[in-house]
T-cell receptor, first 111, second 116 residues
Framework: EDKVVQSPLSLVVHEGDTVTLNCSYE??????LLWYKQEKKAPTFLFML????IEKKSGRLSSILDKKELFSILNITATQTGDSAVYLC???????????FGKGTRLSVIA | DAMVIQNPRYQVTQFGKPVTLSCSQT?????MYWYQQKSSQAPKLLFH???????NEADTPDNFQSRRPNTSFCFLDIRSPGLGDAAMYLC???????????????FGPGTRLTVL
């Protein structure tokens, strides 16, 4: 059975800190790994990773995939209170099956 | 702007009273999904359509039905809502045409269902 495990489940940091969120997976015929940010509404897309070792970056957020060790990390530098959200990791395979989501990491950034 | 739209954003219904949630998209994506998300949990896939082909998850209760009359619209019908069905219902779309990447899903804003 395909599964996605995120850690930690929750995290509290101070503004300005750097955080690393983890996502490990087991999936048949891996195709892609996606990160989403969810505040009090629907998830919004952050990154999609398909190749190992290639960092994707958007402002203070960056992510990288390790297909050998079957994990990805999402880094947020110089955190701000607006980064407070649940960060979801999801994995897709090359077949017809939909994404498999992890339970998310709840990040709280306090001033 | 191309987008995924859900109506209503908030729905209150009574125990056992049927309710229909709607989703429309202007992205011309051929796959549409319905998720249920309860507080502090990951989205749980209920079913999805690949074009007109309906795919039901094994653990989706019979109480939940779906219709996709055309590419743009998809409906979620809850025939007899129970208290345990109170949740956020998310609609998402994606493209599947055999050319990667096609796993990315675009989500609508969700409908928050309250069951009294």
């Amino acid at each position: 059975e395909d599964k996605v495990v995120q850690s930690p489940l929750s995290l509290v940091v101070h503004e300005g800190d750097t955080v690393t969120l983890n996502c490990s997976y087991e999936v048949t015929n891996f195709r892609s790994l996606l990160w989403y940010k969810q505040e009090k509404k629907a998830p919004t897309f952050l990154f999609m990773l398909t190749s190992s070792g290639i960092e994707k970056k958007s402002g203070r957020l960056s992510s990288i995939l390790d297909k050998k060790e079957l994990f990805s990390i999402l880094n947020i530098t110089a955190t701000q209170t607006g980064d407070s959200a649940v960060y979801l990791c999801a994995v897709g395979n090359s077949g017809n099956t939909p994404l498999v989501f992890g339970k998310g990491t709840r990040l709280s950034v306090i001033a | 702007d191309a987008m995924v739209i859900q109506n209503p954003r908030y729905q209150v219904t009574q125990f056992g009273k049927p309710v229909t949630l709607s989703c429309s998209q202007t992205l011309n994506h051929n796959v549409m999904y319905w998720y249920q998300q309860k507080s502090s949990q990951a989205p749980k896939l209920l079913f999805h359509y690949y074009d007109k082909d309906f795919n039901n998850e094994a653990d989706t209760p019979d109480n939940f039905q779906s219709r996709r009359p055309n590419t743009s619209f998809c409906f979620l019908d809850i025939r007899s809502p129970g208290l345990g069905d109170a949740a956020m219902y998310l609609c998402a779309t994606s493209i599947r045409r055999g050319t990667p990447p096609y796993n990315e899903q675009f989500f609508g804003p969700g409908t928050r269902l309250t069951v009294l």
